[in-house]
């Protein structure tokens, strides 16, 4: 596709239940961002990845959150044990290299009950 | 203190006017700037980038750069009723995008 995908768009899990959110970036894009979202809030950084490299995952909130992106393409955000404050949208970013513009997927929305 | 800073507003301005919307960055060393809008239940959406001070213009859209004063800002001129919506701005420093909470803004016809 054209742009960058993320799916699914809607996730509702119960507290406690590992989720898995998904980034298929734009082709040929090296760099690739996740972003946790709450309302109102600017998004905040969690990871970042190079090709299939995690350079920095400094904003990762616990140990409960892991991502990966095995062949330097699609990227996998996990969240083991889903607590309610993990409630929030999930945005993937892409960019052709660290420093230039980045473009945004339309996000997942995880709700925690 | 936060990388970025925005004002949160609201901001509101009547259709056709200027709007202006500011942004503080505490990274010296920060290389890109980048303005984006973001729809409510959208995703951010780049409108702008500038690297280098001074003034870049598209279309109804000029972004300021002042990196001395660590500064940088979006003006809408002839604000439209579609211009309404939150205003992210992002600073690049290495390899991370760091955004502010961004502006929220209200065109009235």
């Known amino acids: 596709g054209a742009g960058v995908s993320q799916s699914p768009r809607y996730k509702v899990a119960k507290r406690g239940q590992d989720v898995a959110l998904r980034c298929d970036p734009i082709?040929?894009?090296?760099?690739l961002f996740w972003y946790q979202q709450a309302l109102g809030q600017g998004p905040e950084f969690l990871t970042y990845?190079?090709?299939?490299?995690?350079?920095?995952k400094s904003g990762l909130p616990s140990d409960r959150f892991f991502a990966e992106r095995p062949e330097g393409s699609v990227s996998t955000l996990k969240i083991q044990r889903t607590q309610q404050e993990d409630s929030a949208v999930y945005l993937c970013?892409?960019?052709?290299?660290?420093?230039?513009?980045?473009?945004f997927g339309q996000g997942t929305r995880l709700t925690v009950v | 203190q936060k990388e970025v800073e925005q004002n949160s507003g609201p901001l509101s301005v009547p259709e056709g006017a200027i709007a202006s919307l500011n942004c503080t960055y505490s990274?010296?060393?920060?290389?890109?700037f980048f303005w984006y809008r973001q729809y409510s239940g959208k995703s951010p959406e780049l409108i702008m980038f500038?690297?280098?001070?001074g003034d870049k213009e598209d279309g109804r859209f000029t972004a300021q750069l002042n990196k001395a004063s660590q500064y940088v800002s979006l003006l809408i001129r002839d604000s439209q009723p579609s211009d309404s919506a939150t205003y992210l701005c992002?600073?690049?420093?290495?390899?991370?995008?760091?955004f502010g909470t961004g502006t929220s803004l209200t065109v009235i016809p």
């Open positions: 970013a892409s960019s052709l290299a660290g420093a230039t513009e980045a473009f």
């Open positions: 082709s040929g894009h090296v760099s």
């Open positions: 990845f190079q090709n299939e490299a995690q350079l920095d």
């Open positions: 990274d010296r060393g920060s290389q890109s």
């Open positions: 500038i690297y280098s001070n």
């Open positions: 992002a600073v690049n420093t290495g390899n991370q995008f760091y």
